[in-house]
T-cell receptor
């Protein structure tokens, strides 16, 4: 089955530690995205990548970093510079027609 | 952001109809998306409108007016499982920006 996987579903980290969230897709999509969602709010774009070895900052990129070494993978690192990292993180991808964005199941990160 | 506005909450009775409005900034606009999101889960795709008019898909319909920067999602014959958050999303330049979402509560 084609789709997007994110692991783990729940992640706990101590304050001051960097943490990397994984996102893998087997849909053969070029474009991949990372969003953050806080309670009662919509999705805010962190970073996106339209092609391998290239990515752009979204609306709230500060304190985050990404890489896109393979088409299938777009990991997100939440650094210690991110002041409020506790949130629900969603990875998504977009096919050539850009008429539907597919989402992974999400990772809920809690920083203690 | 892209100035995407939608109501925060709506409540309706099982079997009724609910209309969720969404207004957005028109400059650089490509298309309008609607997603459904149950609590703690990922959003699931409902509809995509590029041209003006109404598109019907079963119990759900979506309308777009490009010139007015306005869309609505119409949910008919409401069922308890329709209780969820509904996200309006606007695309431009290969980016998708979302509103804060409308929480719909369906009551028996």
């Amino acid at each position: 089955d084609g789709g997007i996987t994110q692991s783990p579903k729940y992640l706990f980290r101590k304050e001051g530690q960097n943490v990397t969230l994984s996102c893998e897709q087997n849909l053969n999509h070029d474009a991949m995205y990372w969003y953050r969602q806080d309670p009662g709010q919509g999705l805010r774009l962190i970073y996106y990548s339209q092609i391998v070895n290239d990515f752009q900052k979204g609306d709230i990129a500060e304190g985050y970093s990404v890489s896109r070494e393979k088409k299938e993978s777009f990991p997100l690192t939440v650094t210690s510079a991110q002041k409020n990292p506790t949130a629900f993180y969603l990875c998504a991808s977009w096919g050539e027609s850009y008429n539907e964005q597919f989402f992974g199941p999400g990772t809920r990160l809690t920083v203690l | 952001g892209q100035n995407i506005d939608q109501p925060t909450e709506m409540t309706a009775t099982e079997g009724a109809i609910v209309q969720i409005n969404c207004t957005y900034q028109t400059s650089g606009f490509n298309g309008l998306f609607w997603y459904q999101q149950h609590a703690g889960e990922a959003p699931t795709f409902l509809s995509y409108n590029v041209l003006d008019g109404l598109e019907e898909k079963g119990r759900f319909s979506s309308f777009l007016s490009r010139s007015k920067g306005y869309s609505y999602l119409l949910l008919k014959e409401l069922q308890m499982k329709d209780s969820a958050s509904y996200l309006c999303g606007r695309s431009n330049d290969y980016k998708l920006s979302f509103g804060a979402g409308t929480t719909v509560t369906v009551r028996a």
